[in-house]
């Protein structure tokens, strides 16, 4: 499963074992169903226009769907993206270009809207390191001033941050960190100011500023039911902002400072999306 938010605050659930992509009003109501016309979709993004992209791990490709639903482009392996191998988790960033996790090469890789491949995203020349599996890729929101890419990679227990031409710009580590245990990444989320990472084995969510210090660790605990064995307390995340008036989405109307919004977290067992609304400094 993955989840995503678009700009006037509507949900988008990718259920996999369905082939389903669902759009939820910010109440909850159900306002589109998208039937997907490929098996093993792997990852869900929107870009400002509110497009919708759906990749495909078997075999490989990247769906784009309008607003509407109604498919737009298919982009699957030939010469103009000879490189995809098998998409693992995507994202699309300010610019519109697709952010593609290629699980067969170990490689985070942008693409245009057309799927033209643009460059491979790594630490350095120097750095041979490879992305593992599970990885979980955000985007700051469109508005953001600071357009920025983030993979967490749950295998090596990092998070990288990316400019939009591809230069690394920091990383930090996970595991190690004297203030946070995670066994169990299970989500990335990314505001203007903040970064979130999902802990589904103590069910926590740990924020960290743009450049990897840590702030607080928020206690999912009472919302989310303690899982049966093998179950993930959570499976993805996504982050909602305030509109630039001051006015959060939703069904409130209360006055937010411009840093403030929402969190939105899916827990996959349930099948239910909680909403935190964050006040973070």
Wanted: net charge neutral; hydrophobic share 45%.
């Amino acid at each position: 499963m993955a989840l995503a938010v678009d700009g006037v605050g509507n949900v988008y659930l990718l259920d996999a074992k369905s082939f389903r992509v669902t759009k939820f009003d910010p109440a909850g109501r159900p306002l589109l169903g998208i039937e997907l016309t490929r098996r093993a979709p792997s990852g869900l993004a929107l870009d400002s226009g509110g497009a919708i992209y759906v990749s495909y791990a078997e075999p490989p490709a990247i769906e784009i769907y309008l607003p509407d639903g109604e498919l737009f482009r298919r982009i699957a392996r030939g010469a103009a993206i000879f490189s995809l191998g098998r998409p693992a988790a995507l994202a699309v960033d300010a610019a519109g270009n697709m952010i593609v996790l290629d699980a067969k090469f170990h490689a985070l890789r942008q693409y245009s809207p057309e799927g033209k491949f643009l460059r491979e995203l790594k630490p350095s020349e120097q750095d041979t390191a490879q992305f593992g599996t599970p990885v979980y890729l955000a985007a700051t929101p469109f508005e953001a001033v600071a357009a920025e890419i983030y993979a967490a990679d749950g295998a090596g227990g990092r998070i990288q941050k990316f400019g939009l031409e591809g230069e690394l710009l920091a990383s930090w580590e996970l595991v190690g960190h004297p203030a946070v245990k995670i066994e169990a990444l299970a989500g990335l989320a990314a505001s203007p100011q903040h970064v979130f990472t999902a802990d589904a084995a103590h069910r926590r969510v740990h924020v960290w500023t743009r450049d990897g210090a840590w702030l607080l660790a928020l206690d999912l605990a009472p919302w989310i039911p303690i899982p049966a064995a093998g179950e993930r307390a959570m499976d993805a995340m996504a982050w909602r902002p305030a509109r630039p008036n001051g006015r959060r989405f939703g069904v409130t109307t209360n006055p937010a400072p411009a840093e403030s919004g929402e969190l939105l977290v899916l827990r996959r067992a349930e099948r239910r999306i909680l909403r935190f609304r964050l006040h973070i400094p």
